[in-house]
């Protein structure tokens, strides 16, 4: 049963880490129904995260590359690509390490994780409904390269919000995006980026953290999870970019509140 939920749990996180929805949510509420709690638990789901940063990784591994070319100068490449990073990921980490306590042992429940849901969602609703109301003048940035400073702190300051379990780094990151000018592909490719030392530095920070309450007959279980968040992380961003084609973030926003309802309906 354990390497069943494994399983699923992985599958879960690849398929929504990247898309506005909440993968810790969904792992927290999933993780309920499956009875796979307690601080292994949390442990596992933030480790399998590392999975899906990979898909990311091997996806965009020339954009990745270009941040190790540091004869350029311009655009998110070099050293200039690696500070709008930095700049980016220094906020989320600086309040995860101090509150990571309260984080862990408070924010991670059922209950906390619906209202995350349903914040976001409504949070989702009304941005794209400005950007629909607004026009296109209000998007004056496209394209990864077209980033400044300014953005990349604007945005680590929104990542900060999905601290909160069910707020969704995904959504927090590409809202942030979207509300400071950048073009909705644009934010949700920079939301790809950044994923990689935020939740890096999460998952290492949480093993580190929980060595004690690990065994060497969990290897096998976190290696399912790994695995599996994985292959579905890589199918789930492909997906997630065709669906941008042709469609807005609207159908996500009541995904989030329908499910926030239904589980505070069953918790109650």
Known sequence: ME????LILGLVEGLTEFIPVSSTGHLILVGRLLGFEGER???FEIFIQLGAILAVVLLYKERFWRLLDFRKVVGLAGWRGLGL???TTFPALLVGVVAYPIIK??????VTA???LGIGGLAILIVEGRMASNGS?????????SLTFRDALLVGLFQCLALWPGISRAAATILGGMLIGLERKTAVEYSFLIAV??????AFYDLYKSLEILQPS?????????????LSAWIAIKLFLRFLGSHTLIPFGWYRIALAVLVLLILA
């Open 105 to 110: 042992e408070r924010l991670f429940t059922p």
């Open 3 to 6: 390497y069943l939920s494994a």
């Open 114 to 116: 619906a209202i995350g």
């Open 218 to 230: 969990d290897i096998p279980v976190f290696a399912i999870g790994f695995l599996t968040a994985f």
């Open 137 to 145: 003048e209000k998007v004056h940035k496209a394209g990864l390269d």
């Open 41 to 43: 638990a949390a442990t």
């Open 85 to 87: 990073i930095g700049l």
């Open 197 to 202: 030392p935020a939740l890096c530095a999460a």
